[in-house]
Structure formats: structure tokens, C-alpha cells
């Protein structure tokens, strides 16, 4: 931590794994090169810290420079002290408000009320390396007179001045621009600690840490959601000028009730979508397909394929209808399964359709029909399990379908926080769990999906993972163990079925009160017992 300090700034190394009260630690303390040091920075490679400051050069003048501190001892030498070029030549001459190292350059931003720049020098000689700058900071965009910045753990610089902070990308260009909530703060150092962003609070003496700025609030009306299947979610969220995909790593959640709840995870980035006329969102081949309209007119629908951590357009392809001409109608959602891609079309609302493409090019294919319409017409949301089954939604409605689109089961009147009746807008599965992108309370939540059980359907036998011998349903021995997961054989038409679900997790969307994961059929409609041996049911 640097600290204003006379006759020279002083610089306190902390412990942050133990505190007294709120306070850290402190183990030890030295003095900084001068008494009028801006821009302060570790550099991993070689284990020292860098300090900019001023130094007087004759009567009215002052040069930056950037001195080497050994961190035990503050140690310095004149000799390795650099003084950082202007971009037109000879020395910078006003104080480096925020530094940061990137490879064998520095990364800095001169203190200056006017402009909205950042420059890299060489750490070895001073010498200019570059310099970008966000040029409609006179209409309100970029940060004037900087006096913290630091580079993201994915590469974006930060800037800070008293309680903004800013995104930029590698031409100097905003990307993000986010306000504290507490307008009182007076920011002058920014640096990362993993994902976790540090605040440096000149107005209150003290340090804030922080999520990385992303710009969007929960406010913001979610319009579709999609997953890698196993630790990523992205949500599309409205925005202007673009919309926004926020980044949630489900690896880090706590989790734990499977019932239908809010989602408590933090967006860990963001990056703009193609457009602000977001439809839908899917994942497939390592990529996201966002679905919008091209910007260009004429109402024509295209999938984009983009990157997962930028947004950056790999490819794109029009929707086609099943004349393959351009597709100019509605589309609500839309799911990629690797080859293929589905969307829900409009058309008549009693008619269940989806329509089915080529992935790469939007090539129709075919429909598929629903043949009773008693799922749902335009779902807003639609994902795919492993097994090829679609789960749908619209409203307050979760439907899952056969992989040919025949309705299986369906919840209805699902509710959020406050008892407020959902308005999906999009769904998501990983694994056993669905998750809801839900508009009236402008949140994710997770679920069970559905499994058609009613209380009604007649039990023909049960058995379960950690029994012997299978729990027969008259003359088979029960373990004395709380079983991890039990298997139901129900009496059906035209197959018996076989449901999976928990023996000890809970769920509020189960009949049984329990999570169901998986049904399937039975080999026939005769079945008359059901036993677990290793990895296979008899």
C-alpha cells in the first residue's frame, strides 16, 4: 500500500490473511523514492515494485519517473530508475496516475483532466511503445484525470478517477463504464487479486474490493441463457447499444437445494453482443450462437456464432423458411445441438412447430410438430438434453418433449421471489438441472425438469443403488442405509417407465418431494420387478 507521506510518500507491505478488526495487519514499512509518487505496481516476473513519481527539473518544471523498489528493504538505485518518453518525443512531464506491467513494457496513464489515454513505455529505457485513447470523452465516455488503472486477469486496462471506473480495449476504446453506488469515493489505485478487484479509497482512507466491473445490473431484462453443460452459463441480458452476455461460472456456486430458488452467482465479465435485438442464446462447438436480426434491414433473422469469453464474430448464417428463402418472421428461441439448429417460428398459435436446420449454414430442413398441441406454441426458451429430449418454456410453463417433440410432462404455475408467477425467457439444462432466465423478477433460477410422475401412477416395484440385493417390493430385504439414489418401475402405456430420482435431496417441482433425475422407458408394459447390480438395472 502507498501512502502519502513527507518528506517522502511511504510504502506499507500487509499481511491480508490476518486482521485485527477491520484493519490489516501491517509488517513491516519503507520509504518511497520521492515525496510525490502516483502509479504503483508488482511485477511477478521479477519479484520488485515499480513506483512513478515526479522529480523537479529546474525551477517550473517536473519529469516522471519510474523507480525499481526491492520489497524488504525499499531499496532503490538511481541507475535503474527510467524516465517515460512522450509520444512526439522528449520526457513526460506530468505525474502517471496508474501503472501496471505487461510483459517488458509499462502500462501507464498520465494524470490529465483533458484527455482519456493510455501509454505503454519499455521497462528497460522509457522508450514510447504506444498510445490509445478514447476519443468522445467530451461526450462523457473514458476517464479524465486518472489516478489508478491496472490490467484485468483476461487483459482489459481499468482506469479510475474519483468514483468511475472504465473498460478499455486495445484501441483505447471504452468498453464498460461503471459508477459506485456511494458517491463520496475518490479512487486512486486499482489492482487484482485473481477475479477479486481492489480499490485504493482516497476519501475514506481505506480499501474496497470489488467483482470486475461489468456494467450491467440486475435490473436488466434477461432474454435468453445458455451453458457449456457443465460449469459456464451465459445470460443475454437487454441492453444499449448492444445487448450484454454476462458470464456466470457455476463451478464456484454454494448451492445446494435443488428447489426452484434464485441463482446467487455474481457475473464474473460481460462482453457486448452482435446487436441490441437479442432473441436467443445457445451453446454448441465451443462457441455461443446469439440470434438477432441483421443490423443491415430487412428484418431477416441470422444466428451468430461468437466468441465465449469476448463476443467476437466467428461466423454467422441466415435462418431459412421451409422454402429456404430468408426467414423475416418472429423467432423466440433457439438451441444448437452440434449439427443442427431449432428455433421456434411464428406461426399459428395453436399449431406446435419447431423448425429444424443445418447448423452452418441455416439450411431448412424440417419441422417438428407436436401432434396433440398440449405442450407449449412459442417457447421462449429451449434447450436439449444428452438424450435428445427438448425442454420448453413460456410464462410460467416448463415442458419436456421427446426428441421428435411429443410432450412427456409439464410443469405449470411456477413462481419466484415473492410468489410472483415466472415469464421465461429463456432455459438451460446441466445435468439434472434446468435453468430459468425468468423476466418479471429479472432473475436466473434452477429447477428439476420435468418428469411427468403423478401421485396417481401405480408403483410396481423400487429398488436402489446401495441395496444388495434390490429392494423388492414384497419379498426383497431393504438396506438399513439412506439410499443416494432409488429407481421407480411404474406401471404404463404404452412402455413402463423407470424414473431415477434422490432418496435424500429435496425438491418443491417433485410430486414425491423428491429430485427426480432421469425417466426412461421400460422394454415393455409387463414389468414385474426391478433390481440395481453395478452399473445395470435387471
Given at each position: 500500500?502507498?501512502?502519502?507521506?513527507?518528506?517522502?510518500?511511504?510504502?506499507l507491505k500487509m499481511f491480508s490473511g490476518f486482521s485485527t478488526s477491520s484493519n490489516?495487519?501491517?509488517?513491516?514499512?519503507?520509504?518511497?523514492?520521492?515525496?510525490?509518487?502516483?502509479?504503483?505496481?508488482?511485477?511477478?516476473?521479477?519479484?520488485?515494485?515499480?513506483?512513478?513519481?515526479?522529480?523537479?527539473?529546474?525551477?517550473?518544471?517536473?519529469?516522471?519517473?519510474?523507480?525499481?523498489?526491492?520489497?524488504?528493504?525499499?531499496?532503490?538505485?538511481?541507475?535503474?530508475?527510467?524516465?517515460?518518453?512522450?509520444?512526439?518525443?522528449?520526457?513526460v512531464d506530468r505525474q502517471i496516475g496508474g501503472l501496471a506491467v505487461a510483459g517488458?513494457?509499462?502500462?501507464?496513464?498520465?494524470?490529465?483532466?483533458?484527455?482519456?489515454?493510455?501509454?505503454?513505455?519499455?521497462?528497460?529505457?522509457?522508450?514510447?511503445?504506444?498510445?490509445?485513447?478514447?476519443?468522445?470523452?467530451?461526450?462523457?465516455?473514458?476517464?479524465?484525470?486518472?489516478?489508478?488503472?491496472?490490467?484485468?486477469?483476461?487483459g482489459q486496462v481499468l482506469s479510475a478517477a474519483f468514483y468511475q471506473i472504465a473498460?478499455?480495449?486495445?484501441?483505447?476504446?471504452?468498453?464498460?463504464?461503471?459508477?459506485?453506488?456511494?458517491?463520496?469515493?475518490?479512487?486512486?489505485?486499482?489492482?487484482?487479486?485473481?477475479?477479486?478487484?481492489?480499490?485504493?479509497?482516497?476519501?475514506?482512507?481505506?480499501?474496497?474490493?470489488?467483482?470486475?466491473?461489468?456494467?450491467?445490473?440486475?435490473?436488466?431484462?434477461?432474454?435468453?441463457?445458455?451453458?457449456?453443460?457443465?460449469?459456464?452459463?451465459?445470460?443475454?441480458?437487454?441492453?444499449?447499444?448492444?445487448?450484454?452476455?454476462?458470464?456466470?461460472?457455476?463451478?464456484?456456486?454454494?448451492?445446494?437445494?435443488?428447489?426452484?430458488?434464485?441463482?446467487?452467482?455474481?457475473?464474473?465479465?460481460?462482453?457486448?453482443?452482435?446487436?441490441?435485438?437479442?432473441?436467443?442464446?445457445?451453446?454448441?462447438?465451443?462457441?455461443?450462437?446469439?440470434?438477432?436480426?441483421?443490423?443491415?434491414?430487412?428484418?431477416?433473422?441470422?444466428?451468430?456464432?461468437?466468441?465465449?469469453?469476448?463476443?467476437?464474430?466467428?461466423?454467422?448464417?441466415?435462418?431459412?423458411?421451409?422454402?429456404?428463402?430468408?426467414?423475416?418472421?418472429?423467432?423466440?428461441?433457439?438451441?444448437?445441438?452440434?449439427?443442427?439448429?431449432?428455433?421456434?417460428?411464428?406461426?399459428?398459435?395453436?399449431?406446435?412447430?419447431?423448425?429444424?436446420?443445418?447448423?452452418?449454414?441455416?439450411?431448412?430442413?424440417?419441422?417438428?410438430?407436436?401432434?396433440?398441441?398440449?405442450?407449449?406454441?412459442?417457447?421462449?426458451?429451449?434447450?436439449?438434453?444428452?438424450?435428445?429430449?427438448?425442454?420448453?418454456?413460456?410464462?410460467?410453463?416448463?415442458?419436456?418433449?421427446?426428441?421428435?417433440?411429443?410432450?412427456?410432462?409439464?410443469?405449470?404455475?411456477?413462481?419466484?421471489?415473492?410468489?410472483?408467477?415466472?415469464?421465461?425467457?429463456?432455459?438451460?439444462?446441466?445435468?439434472?438441472?434446468?435453468?430459468?432466465?425468468?423476466?418479471?423478477?429479472?432473475?436466473?433460477?434452477?429447477?428439476?425438469?420435468?418428469?411427468?410422475?403423478?401421485?396417481?401412477?401405480?408403483?410396481?416395484?423400487?429398488?436402489?443403488?446401495?441395496?444388495?440385493?434390490?429392494?423388492?417390493?414384497?419379498?426383497?430385504?431393504?438396506?438399513?442405509?439412506?439410499?443416494?439414489?432409488?429407481?421407480?418401475?411404474?406401471?404404463?402405456?404404452?412402455?413402463?417407465?423407470?424414473?431415477?430420482?434422490?432418496?435424500?435431496?429435496?425438491?418443491?417441482?417433485?410430486?414425491?418431494?423428491?429430485?427426480?433425475?432421469?425417466?426412461?422407458?421400460?422394454?415393455?408394459?409387463?414389468?414385474?420387478?426391478?433390481?440395481?447390480?453395478?452399473?445395470?438395472?435387471?
Amino acid at each position: 500500500m502507498l501512502l502519502d507521506g513527507t518528506p517522502n510518500d511511504v510504502v506499507l507491505k500487509m499481511f491480508s490473511g490476518f486482521s485485527t478488526s477491520s484493519n490489516w495487519f501491517v509488517r513491516g514499512q519503507f520509504d518511497a523514492p520521492t515525496g510525490d509518487s502516483g502509479g504503483f505496481t508488482y511485477n511477478d516476473a521479477d519479484g520488485y515494485l515499480y513506483i512513478s513519481g515526479t522529480i523537479q527539473d529546474g525551477c517550473c518544471n517536473e519529469t516522471a519517473v519510474i523507480d525499481k523498489i526491492n520489497t524488504t528493504t525499499g531499496a532503490f538505485l538511481v541507475t535503474d530508475r527510467v524516465t517515460p518518453a512522450r509520444e512526439w518525443g522528449g520526457d513526460v512531464d506530468r505525474q502517471i496516475g496508474g501503472l501496471a506491467v505487461a510483459g517488458t513494457n509499462f502500462m501507464g496513464i498520465q494524470t490529465n483532466f483533458n484527455e482519456s489515454c493510455y501509454e505503454y513505455w519499455k521497462m528497460t529505457d522509457g522508450s514510447h511503445m504506444g498510445r490509445y485513447c478514447e476519443y468522445n470523452n467530451w461526450e462523457g465516455e473514458g476517464i479524465t484525470g486518472s489516478r489508478g488503472a491496472t490490467i484485468s486477469p483476461d487483459g482489459q486496462v481499468l482506469s479510475a478517477a474519483f468514483y468511475q471506473i472504465a473498460t478499455f480495449d486495445s484501441s483505447g476504446e471504452q468498453q464498460i463504464k461503471y459508477d459506485l453506488s456511494v458517491t463520496t469515493r475518490e479512487i486512486t489505485g486499482l489492482e487484482f487479486g485473481g477475479e477479486t478487484l481492489y480499490m485504493a479509497d482516497d476519501n475514506t482512507n481505506s480499501v474496497y474490493k470489488s467483482s470486475l466491473p461489468h456494467g450491467v445490473t440486475v435490473t436488466q431484462d434477461p432474454k435468453g441463457i445458455a451453458s457449456n453443460g457443465t460449469t459456464t452459463i451465459w445470460v443475454l441480458v437487454d441492453g444499449q447499444p448492444k445487448d450484454k452476455i454476462l458470464i456466470i461460472d457455476m463451478a464456484n456456486s454454494t448451492t445446494t437445494s435443488t428447489q426452484l430458488q434464485t441463482s446467487t452467482q455474481s457475473p464474473t465479465g460481460s462482453f457486448d453482443a452482435p446487436t441490441n435485438n437479442g432473441e436467443g442464446l445457445t451453446y454448441a462447438n465451443n462457441a455461443l450462437y446469439f440470434l438477432g436480426k441483421d443490423p443491415t434491414g430487412g428484418n431477416r433473422k441470422q444466428a451468430y456464432k461468437i466468441s465465449t469469453s469476448t463476443g467476437a464474430v466467428l461466423g454467422s448464417f441466415n435462418l431459412s423458411s421451409e422454402w429456404n428463402d430468408e426467414y423475416h418472421q418472429n423467432v423466440f428461441s433457439i438451441v444448437h445441438d452440434g449439427t443442427n439448429v431449432y428455433y421456434a417460428f411464428d406461426n399459428q398459435q395453436w399449431d406446435h412447430r419447431i423448425a429444424k436446420s443445418d447448423g452452418d449454414d441455416g439450411t431448412f430442413d424440417e419441422q417438428l410438430r407436436e401432434n396433440d398441441n398440449s405442450a407449449i406454441s412459442y417457447p421462449k426458451g429451449m434447450a436439449l438434453q444428452s438424450n435428445g429430449n427438448f425442454i420448453i418454456g413460456r410464462d410460467d410453463e416448463v415442458v419436456q418433449t421427446t426428441p421428435d417433440y411429443q410432450k412427456n410432462a409439464r410443469f405449470t404455475n411456477l413462481q419466484g421471489v415473492g410468489s410472483v408467477n415466472l415469464d421465461i425467457e429463456g432455459i438451460t439444462v446441466i445435468g439434472t438441472t434446468v435453468y430459468l432466465a425468468d423476466a418479471s423478477t429479472q432473475s436466473v433460477y434452477l429447477g428439476t425438469i420435468p418428469h411427468g410422475i403423478t401421485p396417481s401412477t401405480d408403483p410396481i416395484d423400487i429398488t436402489s443403488e446401495n441395496s444388495a440385493y434390490g429392494m423388492q417390493s414384497s419379498t426383497g430385504a431393504a438396506s438399513s442405509t439412506p439410499a443416494t439414489t432409488i429407481y421407480l418401475l411404474l406401471d404404463g402405456t404404452p412402455n413402463d417407465k423407470i424414473i431415477k430420482m434422490s432418496g435424500n435431496i429435496t425438491s418443491t417441482t417433485s410430486t414425491s418431494g423428491l429430485l427426480v433425475y432421469a425417466e426412461w422407458d421400460a422394454p415393455d408394459n409387463n414389468g414385474q420387478g426391478l433390481t440395481v447390480i453395478g452399473d445395470y438395472l435387471y
